[in-house]
């Protein structure tokens, strides 16, 4: 029998407990959520027309040049020259892996150009993979002169094609410079201009997130310093926002994306909003001076650390600062007067060593004494259980860091025997952030399942003993979040997307599962008198929410057997005769979810019934289920 005690709360959920980790990893933001269709539309790529063809109707009639002015525009420098003597002739742009496009929405197209030598018409089309036009429209320059100007049109798709390409033929005698080529589609996230994939954000907001880290993960160490995440470039205009290189389009990459670059079109601006519209914390992770250890290993020395330090800094005047202060300012300059709220963020990602240290020491005095209440996030490596995570974690905790992020990717078994592993961690000062983790059947990172349900059912088991612990492990994301199918560098993800639709994996559906029933404390959950770490197959752990009045029983069943279990709901609480429970199942271990089947593996809903205090449950074969039981 297992004894659940609800009357005794053991410890406190903190309320963004259960997050996401968000990168731009797997074309998760270019190419993905944010909702740009046009691959290198500044002409910033390391080659200037990647992405973009030329084809001439007429040889030889028209010229186009990709012009550099590095020395006036540095964020910008290069834009496309069309000088048409009187010739046809058109650019293509191959999109993100093609362009979705869905038949009926509109899609707007916008573009910064100047005019030396008026007459040259755009004529836009969208082209299906036999070159038919599938929706249309013009654009011609109003403005003329040395000044750039921005104009908009707008036109709609007439079939639906997830690989379409985007053509613009150049028609008329004339000189014009273009830049910012940009095609969105009409539905974006709020309907905001230039803003991010409606489909995308859903699955988010439905998770209901305690909190999203951004901007990753890898990125914002860089291969090294100089393309190291700097959040001042992805602020304001977008044409001023100078691109890099993604960390993951390096031969580091398990599968390198030769085309894979930051826009910073979804910069630390439109993070923050995205944290606030879905009702999460923001939890911003910045370079502490070092790049990545497994690339380059460049640091800042220390007498340059100041920059770097001054940049959390002003993040955080950015974030809460009030409008007369100069980044609170900027904040209010860009549309949010109001504070965002910011309570805390990570110095570094990965990072490890005396070097680490030593610059964390720098950041860590300089943002206590500025901002005593932000709490600070210090890394612990890559190794969960290595000598290095113990020496790094030892000298963490004698600092009283506020929260260690671990990290963990590895078998499933890993998670069923470490379901217990923070029942005897220390409870001091320091908490723990379980900042990624995922299940991977092998240690290269690019498993080729995709979140089977053998992987979502072990992080399951694991939760529970995260859950358990929730007074030491405060807050917990699963990584990577998104992966486009046909450019993804590194797997299990817990999204997967094409440009046209997305799915949620079983481990999306765990995920959720944890964080819209979090409860508000935790309470005993007992076989007898032990924690359920592997019993007989059975992990568990148990909940009170205070608000919405229900006890919440999380339960896993690793095993190949169904199971009967019998609880004892002790207490005085006066629990109702009748709850639900949601369950997850599948006999096949390997089952995975699909663009053909998004929900083969996803909960389950029925109703229970409570005997007095009493309830006895049928577990299916590798299942994990959340019984809710409404009281008075
Ligand atoms: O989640 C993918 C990568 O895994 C992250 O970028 C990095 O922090 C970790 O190594």
Excluded at 49 to 55: E, P
Excluded at 162 to 190: C, H, N, R, Y
Excluded at 357 to 363: G, H, K, P, S, Y
Aim: with cysteine.
């Amino acid at each position: 029998v297992i004894k659940v005690k609800i009357d005794q709360p053991i410890a406190k959920v903190q309320p963004n407990m259960w997050g996401v980790f968000f990168e731009d990893i797997n074309f998760g933001a270019d190419g993905g959520i944010y909702a740009e269709l046009i691959k290198n539309r500044s002409f910033e790529f390391t080659k200037p027309l990647m992405g973009w063809t030329i084809q001439r109707k007429k040889a030889n009639e028209g010229e186009i040049l990709v012009v550099n002015r590095k020395d006036i525009n540095a964020s910008n420098p290069r834009y496309l020259q069309i000088n048409n003597e009187n010739g046809v002739f058109s650019i293509i742009n191959e999109g993100f892996k093609g362009i979705g496009v869905k038949k009926g929405l509109k899609y707007n197209f916008s573009v910064m150009y100047r005019q030396l030598a008026p007459g040259v018409k755009l004529h836009l089309q969208l082209l299906n993979a036999s070159d038919q036009v599938i929706g249309e429209g013009n654009l011609s320059p109003e403005k003329t002169g040395e000044e750039w100007s921005k104009q908009s049109a707008g036109f709609t798709a007439t079939e639906t094609d997830p690989k379409a390409k985007f053509a613009i033929v150049f028609e008329g005698k004339g000189k014009i410079d273009l830049d910012m080529i940009s095609l969105f589609p009409g539905d974006t996230w709020q309907n905001r201009p230039q803003g991010l994939r409606a489909d995308m954000v859903q699955l988010l907001a439905d998770m209901k997130p305690g909190f999203i880290r951004f901007p990753g993960g890898c990125i914002v160490e860089g291969t090294d310093l100089a393309n190291r995440y700097q959040w001042k470039n992805t602020i304001g205009p977008i044409e001023d926002r100078k691109m890099i290189i993604n960390r993951w389009n390096t031969e580091f990459a398990h599968r390198a994306a030769p085309d894979y670059f930051q826009s910073f079109g979804l910069g630390f601006f439109e993070y923050f909003q995205l944290a606030e519209d879905i009702g999460s914390d923001a939890l911003p992770i910045l370079n502490c001076g070092m790049a990545c250890q497994f690339n380059s290993g460049e640091v800042a020395s220390l007498d340059e650390l100041d920059p770097y330090v001054q940049d959390a800094l002003d993040l955080i005047e950015f974030a809460n600062g009030d409008v007369s202060t100069k980044w609170g300012k900027m904040r209010a300059d860009l549309g949010h007067p109001k504070p965002f709220n910011l309570k805390m963020m990570g110095v570094g990602n990965e990072n490890w060593g005396p070097q680490y240290l030593e610059r964390l020491a720098i950041f860590t005095k300089a943002i206590k004494a500025k901002y005593p209440d932000i709490k600070l996030i210090n890394s612990s490596g890559t190794d969960p259980e290595g000598d290095r995570f113990n020496l790094l974690n030892t000298s963490l905790r004698e600092t009283k860091a506020d929260f260690i992020d671990e990290h963990y990717y590895r078998p499933a078994d890993w998670f069923l025997k470490n379901a217990g592993r923070y029942d005897n961690y220390p409870r001091n000062d320091t908490k723990v952030f379980v900042g990624e983790y995922a299940v991977h059947a092998d240690k290269n990172y690019v498993g080729s399942n995709r979140n089977n349900w053998q992987s979502a059912l072990a992080s399951a088991s694991l939760m529970t003993g995260l859950e358990r612990n929730a007074d030491v492990v405060q807050m917990a994301s699963y990584a990577p979040l998104f992966a486009h199918i046909d450019a993804w560098q590194w797997a299990p993800d817990m999204i997967w997307v094409d440009n046209l639709q997305s799915y949620g994996t079983p481990d999306y559906y765990v995920q959720k599962l944890f964080s819209t029933n979090k409860g508000t404390d935790v309470v005993s959950i007992t076989l007898d008198g032990k924690n359920i770490i592997g019993q007989d197959g059975l992990y568990a752990s148990s909940v009170l929410d205070a608000g919405k009045k229900e006890l919440i029983i999380k339960i896993s069943n690793s095993s190949d057997q169904p199971k009967v279990v019998d609880f004892d709901l002790e207490g005085k609480t006066k629990l109702k005769n009748k709850g639900t429970v949601e369950e997850l199942a599948d006999a096949n271990l390997n089952q995975l979810n699909s663009f053909a089947n998004p929900e083969a593996v996803s909960p389950k809903k029925s109703v229970v019934k409570i005997n007095g205090k009493k309830l006895t449950a049928s577990l299916k074969p590798y299942s994990f289920s959340v019984f809710k039981i409404p009281f008075n």
